[in-house]
C-alpha cells in the first residue's frame, strides 16, 4: 500500500496564502465575471431619433428587401461578397427570412450627431414622443430586441441638454410601464472616466426616482476621442471604466469618423480599417477582456444607393467580414440597404467555420484525438463562436447537434463554463 503523500505547507501557511489574494479574489469576481451568455446583436442602426415609429424596423426590411430584388437578387448578393454557389444559396435563405422578420437587431434613437441642435423645445417634444413610440412599439410586438436612445455627450456645452433628454425619455419610458427589456443607453464621445461616473450617478438616480431595480440601466461608451485611449497621465483611461464603475457599462463602440478626425486624419482615408482605428480597437480589446463588456466595430459612410449599390456592398461585407475576424461581432449600420450585406457577410462567416469548429468540439467533448489538440481555452472560444453563429440565426441548432454532437444547453455551457457552475451550484 503505497504512503500517503506528506505536504509541507501547513494549513497556517495556506490561509496566509488566502489571506494575500483576498483582494485579487474579490477583484476576479466582481470585475471579471465574463460575458453572460446572452444574445449579442450584430449590428446597431442609427437613426434620428424624431424618425422612429411602431412601424420602423418592417419599413426598413422592406427597404432592404427591395434593394436586393433591384439589383439581382440575394444569389447576386451572396456572388458579389465572394461566396460559393453552396455556401451562396444557404446564406440567401437565411437573409431573406431575416429581413422579411427581424431586419433590424439593435436600434439607436440619435439625440446627437444624427438630430442636432434644435433648440430646447423641439429636443424636449422629441425626448417625450421617443418614449412614447418605443412604448408603442413595444405594445404593438414591433420593438426590436434592443433599442435605446443616444444622447448629446457630457462636455459643459452640451451636458444638461445630454442629461434632460436622458431624463425624459426614461421617465417616459417609465411613465408607461415595464422598460423595454433590451433598452440601451449611449453616452458618445467620452474623454474621462469621471463622465463615466457622472453618468452612473444619473441613471442610478433615475433608478432611485423610478423604483427600477439597482443597476437596471446599464450604458454603453463610445470610444471616438483619443484622450480615452491615451490619458494626459500617460495611462488608459478606457481600461479604467469597467472597474471605476462595476457592472454598470454594457458595450464600448468605436467611433470611426470622430476619431479618425480628431487625429488629422483627411477624410478620404477616415475608415474602420486605417491603423489608427485597429490600434484604438485593440485597445478596447484588452480594457474589457474578461469584464463581459461588449466591443462594438464602427460604421463605414460608403451607402449603397444610386449607381453605387454593388461596389458598396462589396466594401461593406468586407469590412463587416474583417471585424469578425478580430472579435469585433457587432457594427453599426445607417441605412436600409446595408441590412443585406451585413446579414449575408455575417452569416457566411459562421457558417463557412461551423464544420471545422463543429469537429474540433466534437473531438473535444468526445475525448477523441484529432488534428488538434485543443485546450480547455480553446474549446470554450469553438464553442462561444457556435453560439453566436446561432444566436445571430446563421446556423440552426440542429445543424450543430448533427455536426458537433451537442444540443444547445451543452454549447452554452462549453462556451460559458462559469454560467454552467454557478447555475449548478
Known amino acids: 500500500m503505497a504512503a500517503t503523500p506528506q505536504s509541507s505547507l501547513s494549513p497556517a501557511d495556506l490561509a496566509n496564502i488566502d489571506g494575500q489574494l483576498a483582494a485579487t479574489d474579490r477583484l476576479l469576481d466582481r470585475n471579471y465575471p465574463g460575458d453572460d451568455g446572452s444574445r449579442q446583436p450584430v449590428h446597431t442602426v442609427y437613426v434620428p431619433a424624431d424618425r422612429f415609429t411602431p412601424s420602423f424596423a418592417s419599413d426598413w426590411g422592406a427597404e432592404a428587401q427591395a434593394a436586393v430584388a433591384a439589383h439581382g437578387g440575394y444569389g447576386k448578393l451572396g456572388h458579389l461578397l465572394g461566396q460559393e454557389s453552396g455556401l451562396a444559396a444557404a446564406v440567401a435563405s437565411r437573409v431573406e427570412t431575416k429581413l422579411a422578420g427581424e431586419p433590424v437587431e439593435d436600434l439607436r434613437l440619435d439625440f446627437e450627431d444624427g438630430f442636432g441642435d434644435r433648440g430646447d423645445d423641439a429636443e424636449d417634444a422629441a425626448a417625450v414622443a421617443a418614449a412614447s413610440a418605443v412604448a408603442a412599439a413595444v405594445s404593438a410586438g414591433s420593438v426590436p430586441p434592443f433599442i435605446g436612445i443616444r444622447f448629446k455627450c457630457f462636455e459643459a456645452p452640451t451636458r444638461a441638454r445630454g442629461l434632460r433628454t436622458l431624463d425624459l425619455f426614461v421617465s417616459g419610458l417609465a411613465a408607461a410601464g415595464e422598460l423595454p427589456e433590451g433598452l440601451v443607453l449611449t453616452l458618445p464621445k467620452v474623454t474621462t472616466v469621471a463622465q463615466v461616473q457622472a453618468m452612473d450617478y444619473a441613471v442610478s438616480r433615475l433608478e432611485e426616482i423610478h423604483g427600477l431595480p439597482a443597476g437596471r440601466l446599464r450604458f454603453e461608451v463610445q470610444v471616438e476621442t483619443p484622450q480615452l485611449i491615451l490619458g494626459p497621465e500617460g495611462t488608459s483611461p478606457v481600461a479604467q471604466l469597467a472597474h471605476a464603475v462595476p457592472g454598470r457599462i454594457s458595450g464600448l463602440h468605436y467611433g470611426t469618423y470622430d476619431y479618425s478626425a480628431s487625429l488629422q486624419i483627411s477624410a478620404e482615408y477616415q475608415s474602420m480599417e486605417h491603423p489608427v482605428a485597429d490600434f484604438a480597437k485593440e485597445v478596447m480589446q484588452l480594457a474589457v477582456a474578461g469584464t463581459g463588456i461588449r466591443l462594438s466595430d464602427g460604421s463605414t459612410n460608403i451607402i ?122
Not at 446556423?395 to 452554452?412: I, K, R, S
Open 304 to 425: 449603397p444607393v444610386g449607381d453605387n449599390v454593388e461596389n458598396a456592398w462589396q466594401l461593406h461585407g468586407r469590412l463587416v467580414r474583417r471585424s469578425l475576424e478580430r472579435g469585433f461581432y457587432q457594427g453599426w449600420d445607417l441605412h436600409p440597404a446595408q441590412l443585406p450585406s451585413r446579414f449575408a457577410a455575417t452569416y457566411a462567416f459562421y457558417r463557412q467555420g461551423l464544420p471545422a469548429a463543429a469537429a474540433r468540439l466534437r473531438n473535444y467533448v468526445e475525448q477523441t484525438e484529432g488534428g488538434v489538440m485543443d485546450e480547455p481555452a480553446t474549446a470554450r472560444a469553438l464553442a462561444a463562436f457556435v453560439l453566436r453563429g446561432v444566436q445571430c440565426g446563421a446556423v440552426g441548432a440542429d445543424e450543430v447537434q448533427a455536426l458537433a454532437g451537442v444540443g444547445l444547453p451543452q454549447l452554452t455551457g462549453l462556451a460559458h463554463p462559469r454560467l454552467a457552475t454557478t447555475s449548478n451550484s
